[in-house]
């Protein structure tokens, strides 16, 4: 746990760090943010303001991620190392263990959603920004994207099922796991795209999505640290100290926004972080802002076709009902946190039941 936070740490101050120059590099190849023209008119100010900040996480979480488990990625174990004398071989023998590979090669899998994600969302911001299509702002078509995520949930799906041998879930209170075969991979595949799309929707306030991912990913790190899978509590806490640096440009007034380069990928890798720990039902407790920003839209879209024109919210998603209130863009994006928070704590209680 203390080498995971002091990871984290030192990824916040690397991407920290980067921060501002990606903010310039942005800014001179005029890559900003279009804003919806039915979105709150309060936010037409935000127009312009650079966007793809997700870059300044992905990028140090991919190469600390990296770095950390180069070893393993060339198949070299831990164990077959020769252990030199001194503080820090000392300190690694008792964290990881005589019998245990210095970092599990399943930690691929998060780091490659986000890769796959992330690269996904870059094209869908640069499309839109760069205006590639006929109306800028719109980025790549739903469906098109939609569809590159449901074949990179499926893959990682069945890799996570055939390779990890992960079909069962969890449920508390119950203390042995139900098995559900190959009814795993469909339902994986669906969590992946749903958290991805709804972390996506989240990401319309200036620090809404960022805050409440970095809580999520404790809160997951948490459950993985009582599961000891060192590994992924260590992934959890590089992207906690990545997302808490997009959070240090992104907080109200946002110099940064995080664009679907960020959202996707985080969302996604999120999910997966879930699947991996087995806890995954416990995934829209610990995500429950998410959740709820998602069924807002889905609600209200089809409430406003079924009725004709009727709506549920005064706009959707949820978070920009609450500004139409009257709540200030600061005021929801704080009690989002501290929902998200609550939220967290009875998802790693449950987790310990």
Not at 198 to 215: E, F, K, M, Q, R
Not at 269 to 290: H, S
């Amino acid at each position: 746990m203390a080498y995971s936070l002091v990871v984290g740490t030192v990824t916040f101050l690397i991407a920290v760090v980067m921060g501002a120059p990606l903010i310039r590099w942005l800014k001179r190849h005029r890559i900003g943010k279009q804003i919806r023209i039915d979105g709150p008119s309060s936010h037409q100010t935000k127009t312009g303001t650079p966007t793809m900040g997700g870059l300044m996480i992905l990028a140090p979480v991919i190469v600390i991620t990296i770095v950390l488990n180069v070893l393993n990625l060339i198949g070299i174990v831990y164990e077959s190392l020769p252990i030199p004398e001194g503080e820090l071989a000392t300190f690694l023998a008792s964290l990881m263990g005589p019998s245990t590979k210095f970092i599990g090669l399943s930690i691929l899998f998060p780091l490659g959603v986000l890769v796959a994600y992330g690269t996904l969302g870059g094209f869908d911001d640069y499309v839109g920004v760069r205006g590639l299509r006929e109306e800028r702002g719109t980025g790549v078509l739903a469906r098109y994207k939609l569809l590159w995520q449901i074949l990179f949930a499926v893959g990682v799906a069945v890799g996570l099922h055939v390779l990890l041998d992960l079909r069962s879930l969890a449920i508390p209170t119950i203390p042995d796991k139900i098995e559900i075969g190959l009814l795993y991979i469909p339902l994986a595949a669906f969590i992946i795209v749903a958290f991805s799309n709804a972390v996506n929707l989240s990401d319309g306030l200036d620090g809404l999505a960022g805050g409440t991912s970095a809580i999520a990913f404790v809160a997951y790190g948490v459950i993985a640290l009582l599961q000891g899978q060192i590994y992924l509590v260590l992934f959890c806490f590089t992207m906690t100290g990545a997302l808490l640096a997009f959070l240090w440009y992104n907080a109200y007034p946002a110099q940064l926004f995080m664009g679907d380069v960020g959202s996707l990928a985080v969302g996604a890798t999120l999910a997966v972080v879930g699947l991996m720990t087995g806890q995954w039902l416990l995934l829209p407790i610990v995500g429950a802002v998410f959740v709820v920003e998602a069924l807002s839209d889905v609600l209200q879209v089809g409430y406003f076709k079924l009725t004709k024109g009727k709506r549920i919210f005064k706009m959707a998603p949820l978070h920009h009902h609450f500004e139409l209130l009257g709540w200030s863009e600061v005021q929801v994006v704080q009690r989002f946190w501290l929902v998200a928070i609550l939220a967290a704590m009875l998802g790693v209680a449950l987790a310990l039941v």
